[in-house]
């Protein structure tokens, strides 16, 4: 092959891979402008909150996302919800858009809307001590036991079976997932333990959570509060999302009332709980 045809085939690649990823840059670009921008429109002070599709047992496969909306249904904050671009600015999911403004993490997120919407739960500074420590616990700790589960032991199966339509090029995805999620539980510490000490760890976690509880109707007494959306959303993810797993038999036989708990909350505030699942059901009497 001559020099000269060597350089133009080489500067034909060049010129076409060079337009490509301009194109799709460019296209991307117009995506995300053409989305914020009908976010924006559904209203001022309306909360856009970002999340991935609804899924075949809860309304969301993430604990996280069920958690913030749990709160924003709690804070009675008016809010749309956008399943386009379920991952924010942080890589994570939930986040949402407020009034053009992006935030991040449930955590976050509820904090500062708790102090724009100024929202108190008017908790006693121990109760806040064990708020506090109640959410770490959920938000930090248990939730990886769990991941130890999906991810390593039923190596992503669950996650499949938890949506309705699974896209063809998920049966790539998930193992590339569950790969990368072992190397984040393996780097966290969890992913070290043998699944009996796991199991060990959860029970723990689930049994503070009960002996907090006790009689009382929400953690906190006869009301729901913030630390409610996030326990009630861990709780829910293993009683409907995690059903194969030993975490769900783990609360439904040696801790009833965190089941009976989990449906209180899920009575008052997800009164439409079954008409979000994909496909949508016929809406039961949820029992309180
Ligand atoms: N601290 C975050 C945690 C959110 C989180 O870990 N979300 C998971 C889904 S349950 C996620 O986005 N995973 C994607 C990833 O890690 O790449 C929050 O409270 O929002």
Known sequence: ??????????????????????????????????????????????????ISP???????????????????????IPYKVDFEEPFGPKGKTPWITLNGEELTDSQLVMQELARRYEL??????????????????VDEHLIWGLRVWRYDVDRGQGFSECMNNVPFYYKWLVPMQCWRMRNALWHQGMGRHTFREVKGFVKQDLAAIAGYL???????????????????AHLANILYNYQRSPF?????????KLSEYASRVRAKLWPNWYLLLDPAQPQRRLST
């Not at 769900?248 to 009833?256: E, I, L, R």
């Open 1 to 50: 092959m001559e020099t000269s045809s060597i350089l133009w085939a080489s500067t034909s690649v060049i010129t076409f891979v060079v337009m490509v990823t301009a194109t799709l840059y460019l296209y991307t670009y117009l995506l995300r402008k053409n989305r914020r921008f009908a976010w924006g429109s559904l209203g001022r002070d309306v909360v856009v909150l970002h």
């Open 54 to 76: 609804r899924g075949r047992f809860a309304p969301n496969m993430s604990p996280f996302a069920i958690k913030l909306e749990t709160f924003l249904r709690l804070a009675k």
């Open 120 to 137: 108190t739960d008017n908790l006693t500074v121990e109760q806040q001590a064990v708020a506090r420590a109640l959410t770490v616990m």
């Open 214 to 232: 006790g009689d009382k109707p929400f953690l906190f007494g006869d009301e729901p509060c913030q630390t409610d959306c996030a326990v009630f």
């Open 248 to 256: 769900y038999a783990m609360v439904t036989n040696d801790f009833p």
